[in-house]
């Protein structure tokens, strides 16, 4: 069976709930790229669904990761909400790459510690691409709540383990949804970028 013929008998046997997640974390996705605050009320509805999605996969770790984006997409509501004027919305800024060193060497650290505890003590699948991918994406969560143009080259990254993970997890549909994540971080990074500039004359 192709792998395309795997995600149409997928989709056709797929319980409601990944449908759901998958159409509102797309929907996420494209109202980000445009700056727009409604972005977190589909960021709830997708993580809400994953948390519960990622047990039944035995990806503990994005099942986490799913609980920091529920509250997550509340402070970013927040922060977009606070930041914003009557006449435009939150600014997107740059952080120096001293910054992102520093995280990145943290974050490897975590996830490899991380990654030994669940290799050790659990039945993980993937237990250190999973905790990598979750702490960057912890981060990355961060730095778009902050609006930091930079979020979307860790997003790349990200996305691009996260297709392998999902994929061989049995979960076609997420897999297709970080396919278009993929496909979007560039229109994503060009927007942003467009915006900052357009901020700062």
Known sequence: MTAFAEIIDQARAQSLPELVAVVAAALYLAFAIRE???????AAISTAIYIWLFIEAKL????ILNVFYLVMAGYGWYQWNVGRTDTSN?????WPLKIHAQAISCIVLLGLANGFLLYIYSDAAFPFIDSLTTWFAI????????????NWWYWLLIDLASIFIYWSRDLKLTSVLFVLY???????L????KSMHKQSR
């Open 36 to 42: 727009k605050i409604v972005c977190w009320f589909f």
């Open 60 to 63: 503990y770790m994005e099942s």
């Open 90 to 94: 939150k600014p997107v800024v740059t």
């Open 139 to 150: 981060w990355a969560t961060y730095l778009i709540a902050q609006k930091v143009l930079e």
């Open 182 to 188: 993929f496909i979007m971080i560039p229109i994503g």
């Open 190 to 193: 060009f927007s942003w970028t």
